[in-house]
T-cell receptor, first 117, second 110 residues
Framework: GAVVSQHPSWVICKSGTSVKIECRSL??????MFWYRQFPKQSLMLMAT?????????EQGVEKDKFLINHASLTLSTLTVTSAHPEDSSFYIC?????????????FGPGTRLTVT | KQEVTQIPAALSVPEGENLVLNCSFT??????LQWFRQDPGKGLTSLLL?????REQTSGRLNASLDKSSGRSTLYIAASQPGDSATYLC?????????FGAGTTVTVRA
């Protein structure tokens, strides 16, 4: 099956600094990728849709200037959390739809645990 | 706006018992429905995908049904094992943008 990787798997940073998280589709191309955030004991909330070669589409309530998304190639999307604060501490997961016929099955990365101190 | 609800929120059963997890959604105009498994602190593992034209999918001990008209899906896990302990999430999509339920956390007691 299709594989999506994320790097790093966990990161600790100081308040006010920026952190970049990478999402890669390893064996397929993804013109679209999705970024989710998950707080403890809660479900995944879609943050934004990353589009290769164009601007990302952000969900309501997500600050686009704080969560910068770059989808520079068909296999890589990056999420940069700028000027991180403790409330940004969360589990960030990306996904990409596999183009297997018409199913559009979603493949998820293993997630990145961000802790802001 | 699509809303996805999963009942129960948590479930604890003895090993060997069959599991029944429920998922309901408010907008029946879906493209497909996926069931995922999430272990603590980990990402999601896709279990089953049911396309809107299908009524069920099976994989090993897992069987998922879909009734699009009533906005419901059920995941059955036969003969549960301690290794089945995890959180199970269902998600629906109009095409490729998933809406998730809050999940059902399952504990299978040995």
């Amino acid at each position: 099956g299709a594989v999506v990787s994320q790097h790093p798997s966990w990161v600790i940073c100081k308040s006010g600094t920026s952190v970049k998280i990478e999402c890669r589709s390893l064996d397929f191309q993804a013109t679209t990728m999705f970024w989710y955030r998950q707080f403890p004991k809660q479900s995944l909330m879609l943050m934004a849709t990353s589009n290769e070669g164009s601007k990302a589409t952000y969900e309501q309530g997500v600050e686009k200037d704080k969560f910068l998304i770059n989808h520079a190639s068909l296999t890589l999307s990056t999420l940069t959390v700028t000027s991180a604060h403790p409330e940004d501490s969360s589990f960030y997961i990306c996904s990409a739809p596999g183009n297997s016929g018409s199913s559009y099955e979603q493949y998820f990365g293993p997630g990145t645990r961000l802790t802001v101190t | 706006k699509q809303e996805v609800t999963q009942i129960p929120a948590a479930l604890s059963v003895p090993e060997g018992e069959n599991l029944v997890l429920n998922c309901s959604f408010t907008d029946s105009a879906i493209y497909n429905l996926q069931w995922f498994r999430q272990d603590p602190g980990k990402g999601l593992t896709s279990l089953l995908l049911i396309q809107s034209s299908q009524r069920e999918q099976t994989s090993g001990r897992l069987n998922a049904s879909l009734d699009k008209s009533s906005g419901r899906s059920t995941l059955y896990i036969a003969a549960s094992q301690p290794g089945d302990s995890a959180t199970y999430l269902c998600a629906v999509t109009p095409r490729d943008k998933l809406s998730f339920g809050a999940g059902t956390t399952v504990t299978v007691r040995a």
